[in-house]
């Protein structure tokens, strides 16, 4: 049986990835742009793979930092 490996990105991350600020990636999680959650009820976000791919894939707001040729490692 294959086993799947979770993988899950920190705001810090996805900052590096678009190269944009933890303002920004604040936003798109507070206006359900971008899914996240705090595992356990702590205060650190996490975004699942298949949520920031999706995001990337139909977000507007992240398809433009794509195209300036950043975030190869989700795509």
Request: charged share 35%; aromatic share 10%.
């Amino acid at each position: 049986m294959e086993q799947r490996t979770r993988r899950f990105f920190t705001i810090g991350d996805i900052c590096d990835e678009l190269r944009v600020s933890r303002k920004t990636v604040l936003s798109w999680i507070s206006a359900g742009k971008l899914k996240a959650f705090k595992p356990g009820g702590g205060r650190l976000w996490r975004i699942r793979e298949r949520d920031l791919k999706r995001f990337v894939r139909d977000g507007s707001d992240a398809r433009k930092y794509l195209a300036a040729g950043s975030a190869p490692a989700i795509r």
